[in-house]
């Protein structure tokens, strides 16, 4: 079937809707109660969280790229499947925001010698153009974030040129304008790839092909060039696509509750372009999708904002759109922001962010403590262990710490090691990736733990309860303190971005 949103100032969307017909949900037949914890808890059922996610699944296989890229027909129809279902409930005022941007899709790869032997350990920067350019390497002064900084020896080779002091991005429009054809960056600190982004395209300059290197190459790369040795480089990239596309994140408030004291949650709904991404993120938000669906059989004190934001894996676009296009009128009632993005990474552990700085120093914004402890001591009661994930800004939270609000959230890992004190704790296997399909075609239902997807669901449910009914254990209302310089959140998303 079809289905057409209508938006204001806007032409018809039309969604290809393909088994998106959303469930219908009746209204409780006596007056609902105020929620409680035990109550919104024991309403999340595993079997529906399941049911969601075959939903997002048969999307994505419905279209021949298998993804729900943002802006892509399968994405659409999960915005569509969310919008719909619910604005069926008639417990919230649901909108879509739209807005535009460049979605990237990766080709392949290769850095190889003189000799055609593969530089170890290369790594392709995202939204980095297609070339095939083999060419002497001629290393760049200071950090290249300057066009000073580029001898006029650089023009039509491949630039050399260290990470630091400004953006990818920044570093490969300078080459580009100094008549770089391709670039080179590497690492300033031991370790393996740089899982990087330039940022979507800019107009002072057209990208060239870049690749990233660790630190220890370069370093040996540098010892040869000051040698006197000419390097040569044999850089290809190929099948790599940018293309504009349109989208929306997904809005719901509660119609009930004190507006001017707001629990926000929200979890992207968007995949990479390498697999449908059921865990990542399909489980957060298929979560937050069927709370919404159970909060509606109860009555709650404090109004509830549920987002489903999109185009996170190309940096957190949607959020960040929200947050800096947001009046203060739809900000300044956010008590606190919630985040769950991969609730159900196979070799799993249980990370509430880390708000109080305990393990990892970056401290949150008043409340962002508080919130951690909260998940902590949930998972305490019912008998499970939890441990401390990186605060980093690394997903949609990002944008609402920069702009000084309270955060939290849970994460089961992505791309990381598990160590052998949480295989321990958790069960799984040590010296394993928490999820060995991050970002790949088999991030898929099988491919889910439902161990910790039913598990994280619980915790949801029990924040947004206790939130929903009172904030008293927050701290009181007041000015906006940033956690941290926004300059200093290196990521956006799954990439670095300097």
Not at 221 to 226: C, P, T
Not at 301 to 306: E, G, I, K, L
Not at 321 to 350: G, H, K
């Amino acid at each position: 079937m079809t289905s057409k949103l209508f938006l204001a100032g806007s032409l018809p969307l039309l969604f290809s809707l393909t088994l998106a017909t959303p469930q219908q949900f009746p209204l409780p037949a006596v007056p609902p109660s105020t929620v409680t914890s035990r109550s919104l808890q024991s309403s999340v059922q595993l079997d529906a969280l399941l049911a969601h996610a075959h939903k997002l699944q048969i999307f994505a296989y419905s279209y021949p790229e298998n993804n729900r890229l943002f802006g892509g027909d399968a994405h659409n129809d999960t915005i569509q499947y969310i919008y719909d279902t619910v604005s069926s409930l008639d417990f919230y005022n649901v909108t879509l925001q739209p807005f535009s941007q460049y979605a990237y899709i990766e080709g392949t790869f290769s850095l190889c010698d003189t000799h055609k032997a593969p530089v170890p350990k290369a790594a392709l920067f995202s939204y980095s153009p297609n070339g095939d350019v083999k060419e002497s390497l001629v290393q760049v002064d200071n950090m290249g974030c300057e066009l000073s900084d580029f001898p006029t020896s650089v023009s039509g080779k491949i630039a050399l040129i260290s990470r630091g002091d400004c953006s990818f991005g920044q570093k490969v429009v300078k080459a580009s304008l100094s008549g770089v054809k391709a670039v080179v960056i590497y690492d300033n600190s031991p370790g393996g790839p740089i899982a990087g982004t330039l940022g979507p395209p800019q107009a002072e300059a057209p990208f060239v092909p870049a690749l990233s290197i660790p630190q220890a190459t370069g370093l040996d790369i540098i010892k040869k060039l000051e040698s006197g040795e000419d390097v040569m480089l044999h850089l290809v990239v190929k099948g790599s696509t940018t293309e504009q596309r349109s989208t929306h994140n997904v809005i719901a408030e509660t119609l009930e509750g004190d507006k001017q004291n707001v629990l926000h949650v929200g979890a992207h709904s968007d995949s990479v372009s390498a697999g449908p991404g059921i865990n990542d993120n399909g489980s957060g938000s298929i979560t937050l999708l069927e709370i919404a669906i159970q909060l509606a059989r109860f009555k709650v004190n404090n109004a509830v904002r549920f987002s489903w934001w999109s185009a996170e894996e190309q940096g957190l676009i949607g959020s960040t759109y929200y947050v800096e296009t947001a009046s203060r009128a739809d900000l300044e009632p956010i008590r606190l922001y919630l985040n769950f993005d991969m609730t159900a990474s196979p070799n799993y552990v249980l990370g509430t962010y880390d708000g109080d700085g305990a393990r990892f120093g970056i401290r949150g914004p008043p409340g962002s403590a508080e919130a951690k402890h909260l998940f902590e001591a949930h998972f305490k009661s019912v008998g499970l262990n939890s441990t401390s994930s990186e605060f980093n800004g690394r997903s949609d939270y990002g944008p609402f710490l920069e702009a000084g609000i309270a955060c939290g959230g849970l994460d089961t890992g992505a791309e990381g090691i598990k160590t052998e004190e949480e295989a321990a704790m958790f069960g799984g296997e040590a010296n394993v990736a928490y999820d060995v399909n991050y970002h790949q075609r088999l991030d898929t239902v099988d491919n889910l733990s439902l161990d910790a997807l039913e598990a994280n669901a619980k915790a949801i449910a029990h924040a947004v309860a206790t939130y929903s009914t009172s904030f008293e254990t927050l701290p009181a209302k007041g000015v906006r303190e940033q956690s941290m310089s926004p300059s200093k959140f290196l990521w956006r998303g799954s990439y670095l971005i300097a």
